[in-house]
C-alpha cells in the first residue's frame, strides 16, 4: 500500500541557514513525487515534482529510490519560506499525502 | 490565472445535519475531486469525478457521502447525516486530464457541534 510519512511536524531554522523537510515513501512501483506548500491561509500548491528535477524558489528535491525518500532542502531559508509543506505521491489520478512539516524560518 | 473557488470558506453545523460543500472547478477542467483534512492529520482523497459519475472513492467515502455536478460549472459533496468525526478542512480539485496537475481549491473547514 501507498504510505507517505513526514517524520517532523515542526522545523525551526533561522534565516540564512540550510533547511532539509524530510519525506519517506512507501510503494511498490516506480513512485511520482511531489512537494506542495501552503502559505499561511492560501490553497495547497505545487512546489516541485521529482521528474522535472527543477528548482522552484530555491528548493530541490531528489529521490533516492534506495532509501525511499524524498527529502526537499533550500541551501539559505528565507523568512517568506515560512509554511506548511506537504509531500505527496501520485498514483492512479490520485494523491496520497504525507501529514505535513510545517516550516518557520525565523529573524 | 483561473482557479478553484469553494463556499463558503466555514461552515458550522450540528450532529445529524445535512450539509452541501460547494466548489466551482476551472471551467475547461473535466476531472475533480474532494479531500479531506481532519486537524492535524493528513490531507486524504475522498472522491474522483469524471463525466457524471464517481470514477473512485476511497474507504471514507461511506453512503453518508454523496457528490453531484448539479450544472455546468458547481461541483458538490453533501453529507447526509454528520456526525462529529466529520469536522475537518474539505479541498476541492480540478485536473484538465488524468494527471497530477490538481488544482486545489482554498477549502472549507467544517465543524460539527
Known amino acids: 500500500a501507498q504510505r507517505v510519512t513526514q517524520p517532523e511536524k515542526l522545523l525551526s531554522v533561522f534565516k540564512g541557514a540550510p533547511v532539509e523537510l524530510k519525506c519517506n515513501y512507501s510503494y511498490s512501483g516506480s513512485p511520482e513525487l511531489f512537494w506542495y506548500v501552503q502559505y499561511s491561509r492560501q490553497r495547497l500548491q505545487l512546489l516541485l515534482r521529482h521528474i522535472s528535477r527543477e528548482s522552484i524558489k530555491g528548493f530541490t528535491a531528489d529521490l533516492n529510490k534506495g532509501e525511499t525518500s524524498f527529502h526537499l532542502k533550500k541551501p539559505f531559508a528565507q523568512e517568506e519560506d515560512s509554511a506548511m509543506y506537504y509531500c505527496a505521491l501520485y498514483n492512479f489520478n490520485k494523491f496520497y499525502f504525507g501529514s505535513g512539516t510545517k516550516l518557520n524560518v525565523k529573524p | 490565472e483561473p482557479e478553484v473557488t469553494q463556499t463558503p470558506s466555514h461552515q458550522v453545523t450540528q450532529m445529524g445535519q445535512e450539509v452541501i460543500l460547494r466548489c466551482v472547478p476551472i471551467?475547461?477542467?473535466?476531472?475533480f475531486y474532494w479531500y479531506r483534512q481532519i486537524l492535524g492529520q493528513k490531507v486524504e482523497f475522498l472522491v474522483s469525478f469524471y463525466n457524471n459519475e464517481i470514477s473512485e472513492k476511497s474507504e471514507i467515502f461511506d453512503d453518508q457521502f454523496s457528490v453531484e455536478r448539479p450544472d455546468g460549472s458547481n461541483f458538490t459533496l453533501k453529507i447526509r447525516s454528520t456526525k462529529l468525526e466529520d469536522s475537518a478542512m474539505y479541498f476541492c480539485?480540478?485536473?484538465?486530464?488524468?494527471?497530477?496537475?490538481?488544482?486545489f481549491g482554498p477549502g472549507t473547514r467544517l465543524t460539527v457541534t
Open positions: 471551467s475547461n477542467h473535466l476531472y
Open positions: 480539485a480540478s485536473s484538465p486530464g488524468t494527471s497530477y496537475e490538481q488544482y
